[in-house]
């Protein structure tokens, strides 16, 4: 039996990689799912619904020898509002600081002309790539190779094919040490960690995103908006958090559904007001988890006619 090599030291750079990665690729590919597979810890919403990612979500993965700094961004598109354009400009902004960049592909579907945005994104960057096959679990084998050889042809980088729901094929055995020549397939982790540069820890012991939890309240609020809503409703909402007081014991949170058009108020108020009672139980519920505290969450549907092209709105979500 092979003796496993011992732990890097992170304070010796010549041992220890660090960098930034950035996650593209088009709606529903499941970046998001990648993201909190990675860091152990759910940062970015999660829905089968696509263009769930609206932001640059960033998320620490720490392994032995290893620091992950992940972007997560928004399901690459042909925009068609200011919202749609400021979710391409972080997809742009996060490729230009990476130090290599992940495209994450949609293994149950075959190439179509949608890929052609991705490979230009692809193309137009100077670092390091990766294609990451996801969803193998969901597949059959034929659609993978089929993706496999397409990608492998236009020599973008090296493919590797794995599961961000069951976790196959994507973290190292140990360390990022793996694979035996060619008889082993190549981890995820493996394959990223080769391609960044030696370099100490870039973000303190146990951190592990630069976002507030004020950001992570307003995403609770939309996922259970994704899970309730259907049809138009919930890609034309939003969630702004208008007050996030963690002072005392109990957290108070007051937040605004911001709605297209008054037809959509209705609807997510419910009749009575039940939808909007069983978004809020279930959000404060989750955020009461996530924090181990008790919260006290008021929410207010407003409608803002055009929204989505609404520079001041946008800028205060974040966007």
Excluded: C
């Amino acid at each position: 039996m092979t003796a496993r090599p011992p732990e890097p030291d992170p304070s010796d750079t010549t041992q220890h990689r660090a960098g930034f990665v950035a996650l593209v690729g088009l709606p529903g590919a499941g970046k998001s799912t990648l993201l909190n597979r990675l860091v152990g810890e759910r940062l970015a919403a999660v829905h089968r619904k696509p263009q769930t990612t609206r932001r640059r979500i960033l998320g620490v993965a720490r392994r032995p020898g290893l620091e992950l700094i992940l972007l997560d961004t928004p399901g690459i598109h042909r925009p068609r509002s200011g919202l749609g354009r400021a979710m391409m400009r972080a997809v742009a902004d996060s490729l230009g600081g990476a130090d290599a960049a992940l495209a994450v592909v949609d293994g149950t579907r075959g190439p179509s002309g949608r890929d052609g945005d991705l490979l230009h994104r692809l193309e137009r960057f100077s670092g390091p790539r990766v294609i990451g096959i996801n969803k193998t679990d969901a597949s059959p084998r034929a659609r993978l190779e089929e993706l496999e050889a397409f990608y492998r042809e236009r020599d973008l980088g090296p493919v590797v094919l794995f599961s961000a729901r069951t976790g196959a094929n994507v973290n190292a055995p140990h360390g990022f040490e793996d694979g035996e020549g060619d008889r082993t397939p190549r981890s995820l982790v493996g394959m990223l960690a080769e391609r960044l540069p030696f370099s100490p820890p870039l973000y303190p012991d146990g951190q592990i995103t630069d976002l507030p939890e004020a950001f992570f309240a307003s995403e609770i609020v939309r996922e259970r908006l994704l899970e309730h809503l259907h049809q138009e409703v919930p890609h034309a909402a939003a969630v702004r958090i208008e007050a996030y007081d963690d002072s005392e014991p109990l957290v108070r949170i007051a937040a605004s559904l911001l709605l297209d058009r008054d037809s959509q108020k209705g609807i997510v108020i419910g009749r009575g007001g039940r939808m909007l009672k069983r978004i809020g139980s279930e959000a404060r519920g989750r955020i009461e988890k996530r924090l181990g505290r008790r919260v006290f969450l008021d929410l207010q549907v407003k409608v803002r006619q055009k929204w989505r092209d609404n520079a001041g709105i946008l800028r205060d979500l974040g966007l």
